[in-house]
């Protein structure tokens, strides 16, 4: 027995056989294993296709993105079950920022991409011998975003271009004499200038040499390097010896001197094409009217150059009138026009107005002083949604919510300390509005508006194109708020010095000027209001393009 076993360990043949059927196993293992896992490979690819698909789909319409994103995977023969996830979010395209942080979930409101996650598996034949598991387990991801854009402003608009009063308003504003005509005015308003080619020529005006756009806009530049920057602006869109070029002329030289430095950042916001090398010009055009340009950089110096104006005021019932306007900053972070995807923003500033008008009299009141204060808070217009047309680019709209500002308007005596003082709202005391050696009468009353809210508006392409201005609020809210004012007045007098309460007749005789003042009064107010942009209970947007770059893959 043990020749036997000796005999069998040294006999080498049959030695191949044995190792080829030993590695013929192995083979034939991982032959068996590489179709399970070739198959899953091409699963996968199958189903990256599909869901890079979905995620186009529902990206090119957001308020249907998970109904879009399932209909697509179930037309790629996955059935209807398939786990199919649908994520609304913002993608933001910076280059400083991880690809895996651009894309933030943050549900439909100012969504312009969406990330679809599917959930799908593939069978294992052979490969379960070895994982113990009947299936392979696949998840694919793809953002797609929407490069939709536009651009919108908020503000003034100038119903009356009287060009008194506008010289002494913008004037009183830029720190400056201006003497500009209403065909002046008229020629600003119709000319429109290009935001690139002005921000580039303040940046050369500002001596800024920065290499982008940006490195402008982070600047503060003197109010006379920005005039004479829209001048530049004007002349190389229209003739030099064009009237809207000769009107920035005007002002340009009226300005020139002046010191007062703006932040850019405040005038104009470029959104995503700040960072954009100075000169170059994306195909989104973007450009303002030269009068609403002109406007905003006023407001914006206003900070330093406060107004009072004497009016010329020619409306039977009042014998005079001063208006007072101050303006303060906009919210921080803020212009009066931006480019941006949905969620930008735009913001009035701050406005107050005091008007002091003489109100004719009768029988003994000979006249009534009466001080009406105006606070104005900032409006709000947001970017809600870019409905981008396709093929058809001329049905393409925009979709502004825009929020009035809330108003407080009083009868009183606003001190010049308050007026000024937008770190605090002016609470008024009584103001004297009859002051005689025998009669002295004073009153107060207080008016506001609060319940603003977002109201949807939408341009179509054609209100696009002629930059067509909309009005969001009240359109008759001066004649009431003045009805609400002489409503809540209450009025205390002094005669010889005593403080006795008022007496019937000279109640009712005060009662009867202001009552038939109201009219005037509403005239004037709404005179002064329309010349100098101010609207309230109201806002006033307008759309100044828009571009659509289709979906396309991120991710």
Known sequence: MRELLRR???????????????????????????????????????????TDLAALAAVTDLNLAAKAASATIHRNNYPATTPVTVDLGVYTADASVAPSARFKVTGASGANAVRVTLQ???????????????????????????????????????????????????????????????????????????????????????????????????????AGAITQALEDSGKGAYSPTSSAVRALDKISDAVRGSSNKLPMGSLVDLGPYKTMTRGEKPKFGVSASALDMVTATAQLANGQNQVAVGLDVNIPGIAGAVMKLSIGERPVGTSWVTVGAAGASVHTAQTRLLLIVDVNGAGSIASVKLPIYLEIASATAKLNSVSCGFPDASTSTVTLGVTPAVIDAWIGD????????????????????????????????????????????????????????????????????????????????????????????VTAQVGNILANAARPIDQLLASVLSTVGVGLGQADVWVLGVRCDGAVLVN
């Open 414 to 505: 606003v001190s010049a300390a308050d007026f000024v003082n937008f770190k605090r709202a002016p609470s008024p005391s009584a103001a004297q509005l009859i002051s005689t050696p025998l009669l002295r009468v004073s009153g107060r009353a207080h008016a506001t508006v609060t319940n603003m809210s977002a109201t949807p508006v939408t341009f179509s392409n054609a209100d696009i194109s002629r930059q067509a201005k909309k009005t969001v609020g009240t359109s008759d809210f001066t004649a009431s708020l003045l009805s609400r004012l002489f409503r809540d007045l209450s009025l205390d007098v002094a005669v010889l010095g005593l403080g006795i309460g008022l007496p019937g007749a």
């Open 8 to 50: 069998f360990c040294n006999d080498q043949r049959g030695n191949i056989a044995i190792l080829a059927g030993l590695f013929l196993t192995v083979i034939i293992g991982f032959g068996a294993l590489s179709i399970d896992i070739g198959k899953s490979f091409t699963e996968r690819r199958r189903a990256q296709g599909s």
């Open 120 to 222: 799908t598996s593939t069978p294992l034949h052979f490969g379960r011998a070895l994982t113990g598991k009947d299936s392979f387990r696949i998840q694919t991801q793809a953002i797609a975003t929407q490069s939709a854009f536009a651009s919108f402003a908020i503000g003034s608009r100038l119903l009356k271009l009287d060009g008194g009063l506008l010289n002494a308003a913008l004037g009183g504003m830029l720190g400056s004499n201006l003497s500009l005509s209403v065909m002046d005015y008229q020629s600003l308003a119709d000319a429109k200038l290009d935001l690139f080619d002005f921000s580039n020529a303040v940046g050369t005006r500002a001596r800024i040499t920065g290499p982008t756009y940006d490195s402008i806009l982070k600047s503060d530049v003197r």
